[in-house]
């Protein structure tokens, strides 16, 4: 079974897309809820011991990988105004460092931790999104421009040059034998 936290680590070493829409976190095909808590024990204080394990959130560990770039108190700063916790500063480094790959497991993920199943995500139909230009098929305007004129090039073709009469396309022994020919109607009957 997969974790958010692992899937979010591939996401972010493979450079794809990640997606919050409606309180989700969503990657390619599977969702978690924002709020959902990732395997990642939260380092408590020297007075702040005990038997109760905390673990930070999806939301939490994506906000700190998006503001990597800002110093500590500044990202402090700003994931309190956005309402979402922090990562805790001795947890900074070993947590980047597994999200980038550089390592390939820590001594805070807790591999017992339970796990929050994903919810698979269902594609919109391209028509309640609206087909954006890349999907949408590129007809060149010379192309139409020469589909245009087709027909309207027949239409001002002299006529005695598109239509000839029966007895000048077809010789007198065809016609006869067409005429000879039993209807669909006669074959009925």
Known sequence: MTDPLSVLRQYNINKKEIIERDNQIIFGEVSWPKNVKTNYKIKLGKGQGGSVKEYYTLECVLYFLKNINLVHPVYVRQAADANIP??????????????????????SIDKSAP?????????????????????????EETHVKKEQELPTASLDAPKEASVKSLSEA????EIAAIKAEPTQKDQNQ
């Not at 796990?115 to 007809?139: F, M, N």
């Not at 077809?170 to 022994?173: A, D, G, N, R």
């Open 86 to 107: 922090a990562v805790r500063r001795p947890d900074r480094k070993d947590l980047l460092a597994y999200l980038n790959g550089e390592t390939a497991t820590c001594a």
């Open 115 to 139: 796990r929050e199943i994903p919810t698979q995500v269902k594609r919109r139909h391209e028509q309640d999104e609206g087909e954006s230009d890349a999907k949408k098929p590129c007809i």
């Open 170 to 173: 077809t010789s007198v022994e």
